[in-house]
Structure formats: structure tokens, C-alpha cells
């Protein structure tokens, strides 16, 4: 970590101290070079807070399958955590990291997820079909972007983390279950 933090990055660690009750050690990863910090924490907060026809839960469904597939650790640990607070069901939280087709999911969900898959498994294969099948089960163009866009953040932070050998916080190893 840079040291001092610059006070912008200082009072953004302060919220998350305040809001979470730790800073996520993937923004004390990135806090070595504030640039690479705030890039982050962009296109994090653009993809996973911005406006977006998807809900918060879709999105954090999106970031734990893709983190299975790529048996990201960190990844797994922290959004799995995050699928359980948003929607306050543990087991659904534990079926998506383990294998998210045991799920209870609706078929829009499951669209979602297959399509999140096959990007992280084989992005080459996708063709229109794919994205129709999206639009079938109500999503829009829009709604697509923003699916691939999540999938494929988490493709290139699972790699980071595993490549750095990021490890969790231990708080999210309990939280809401």
C-alpha cells in the first residue's frame, strides 16, 4: 500500500471501515498504485452499483459463477457472502459457489447464468442465438452489455486475485448465513 494514502483513498477506506466493518483486502491489493486503485473501484462501482436492468443479486449471481469456473478463492468467499446478505437466503449463497444449476433460479436467471458461463468457457462459441435466448426471457441489448461486462470483469479479477494470491477477509467467511 501506498503510505500515506492520498485523503480521497483514506476516506474512501474509512466508508468501507464504516459500512463493512473491514476494507475488502482486494482494495488494499490494488492500493499499492492509487491509479490502478481507482480504476478498479470505477469499473467496479460503474458495473456493480450503476444503473442497470439488472438487479444487485443478478449481478452478484453473475460474479460467483464465473468465480467458480475459475475456482477463484477470493472471489468465491466475498460475492457468495454478497449473494447471501442480498438475498437473505444462505443456501442459495452456498449452491452458487458449489454449483449454481442445484439453485432455485427463475428462467431469466438461468439464461443469465448459462450465458455467463459460456462467455467464461468459451467466449468464441457465442453467437446470436445466445443473445436471443437472453432476449426471450425479457433481457434487453442493454441488459446483455452489462451481463457480458460483469462476466467479463470477474474473468480478469479472478485471475489478479489467483495470480497475486489474494486471500479473503475472514469476516466474509460467516457473514449472513
Not at 70 to 80: D, F, S
Not at 133 to 146: A, H, M, N, W
Amino acid at each position: 500500500m501506498v503510505d500515506p494514502l492520498p485523503d480521497a483513498t483514506r476516506k474512501y477506506f474509512d466508508v468501507c471501515q464504516d459500512k463493512l466493518g473491514m476494507v475488502p483486502n482486494v482494495l488494499k491489493a490494488y492500493a499499492f498504485d492509487i491509479d490502478k486503485l481507482n480504476a478498479f473501484t470505477a469499473m467496479y462501482n460503474d458495473l456493480m452499483l450503476g444503473d442497470s436492468g439488472l438487479s444487485k443479486l443478478e449481478r452478484e449471481m453473475i460474479a460467483v459463477v464465473v468465480s467458480s469456473i475459475n475456482k477463484c478463492w477470493y472471489c468465491l468467499v466475498v460475492h457468495g457472502a454478497e449473494v447471501r446478505r442480498v438475498s437473505g437466503d444462505p443456501v442459495l449463497g452456498e449452491r452458487m459457489a458449489f454449483n449454481w444449476r442445484t439453485a432455485k433460479l427463475d428462467d431469466r436467471q438461468r439464461a443469465m447464468l448459462l450465458f455467463a458461463e459460456k462467455l467464461t468457457t468459451e467466449s468464441h462459441k457465442t453467437e446470436d442465438s445466445d443473445r436471443q435466448t437472453l432476449r426471450d426471457v425479457g433481457f434487453t441489448d442493454r441488459d446483455i452489455f452489462d451481463i457480458a461486462s460483469v462476466a467479463a470483469f470477474y474473468n480478469m479479477t479472478n485471475r489478479v486475485a489467483s495470480g497475486i494470491g489474494m486471500v479473503p477477509n475472514e469476516d466474509y467467511h460467516g457473514s449472513f448465513r
